[in-house]
């Protein structure tokens, strides 16, 4: 059974004002994209404007599906008449009320057929690009690849209606350079942020210790997901039990450090940690719960750790939320 994903292309607005005339953005009609075919897509940057479309192509396991486009400064005789700085945004998500279909790797390519950068799964990616001010109009070409590997008795997991993947492409153009990400982020701001809750401690009536609940929320704040993620952190006099829930312990070693990982369900709302998105896990700790986690590690399948955390604590809570 092939399986449609869908193509969406969001024009943005220009970043910077310039002269009336000078930069905007246009596209083209496209026909046919719903029957798999290659089809060219334009984006013009020559004045204020918007436009969008959304087709479907279809693919099944063991496919390999092309889309190119091109990116050019220029329209008939009209060429824009600063410096022109662009960047392409690649977000590959589940489609609406639908699961990802995880085997997906989507390739960008530039008009040689040299690898830019991939996304497995889903995930978000930025290509930049500049048009030196010039006489001539000045175009590039890009190659949008989705690769399903595997062989087509894979079908059978993706099976029936739940499952759909989009690609968003979004293009923006400035006559100031741009950087990977034009997200409001403070530049202070860190990778992750992780948030350390409490609740108030009560006596174990057994040992006559004290327990409290804690809850641990991880938030990515980059452009590219955090996929089958871990945690490592330590505290100090606390300690935690075997009761938690949202993840696998993977190591209590040495005494006070442990490392969680994510609860392996094959779903990436919970085993993934997208752009913009969080994920919580807790359980029942030993101690007065009022000391702050501490040498927290954030890692995942692509990448080899994050040091570079925002930490919040709050300690005590009548509840958790």
């Known amino acids: ?5 869908l193509l969406s292309i969001l024009l943005l607005t220009i970043l910077s004002s310039v002269v009336a005339g000078t930069l905007a953005m246009y596209t083209t009609s496209i026909d046919n994209l719903a029957d798999g075919s290659v089809v060219a897509k ?8 918007t436009d969008t479309f959304q087709q479907g192509i279809k693919i099944a396991p063991s496919e390999t599906v092309s889309w190119r486009f091109k990116v050019k400064n220029y329209q008939n005789q009209v060429i824009t008449e600063t410096d022109l700085y662009y960047k392409l945004t690649f977000n590959v998500q589940s489609s609406p009320g639908k699961n990802a279909i995880t085997p997906l790797k989507v390739i960008i ?21 500049t048009f030196p001010l010039a006489a001539a109009g000045q175009f590039k070409d890009y190659i949008v690849e989705i690769q399903w590997p595997g062989n087509r008795q894979n079908d059978i997991n993706y099976a029936g209606s739940n499952f759909g993947t989009t690609v968003n492409v979004a293009a923006v153009a400035s006559q100031v ?18 948030k350390y809750e409490t609740t108030v401690p009560w006596q174990n009536g057994q040992s006559h ?7 641990i929320t991880v938030t990515n704040n980059t452009l590219t997901p955090i996929t089958s993620w871990n ?10 039990s075997d009761n938690y829930w949202n993840a696998v312990l993977v190591s209590n070693s040495p005494q006070g450090s442990y490392t969680f990982g994510n609860p392996n369900y094959n779903n990436t709302a919970t085993d993934t940690i997208q752009p913009g998105q969080s994920i919580s896990f807790g359980g029942i700790a030993k101690g007065m719960g009022n000391e ?5 590690l954030i890692g995942g399948s692509n990448t080899s750790g994050i040091t570079d955390v925002d930490l919040t604590c709050q300690f005590n809570k009548s509840s958790l939320d």
């Open 1 to 5: 059974m092939r399986k449609i994903i």
């Open 42 to 49: 334009e984006f013009i940057f020559l004045g204020d404007g």
């Open 109 to 129: 390519k530039d008009g040689n057929g040299n690898t830019l950068n991939s996304i497995d799964g889903v995930g978000t990616l930025d290509v930049l690009g």
């Open 177 to 194: 350079p741009l950087t990977g990400s034009d997200h409001e982020n403070s530049p202070q701001q860190k990778q992750v942020s992780v």
């Open 209 to 215: 210790n004290y327990q409290y609940q804690y809850k």
């Open 231 to 240: 945690m490592a952190f330590s505290l100090t006099t606390n300690r935690l």
């Open 292 to 296: 702050a986690i501490q040498n927290i």
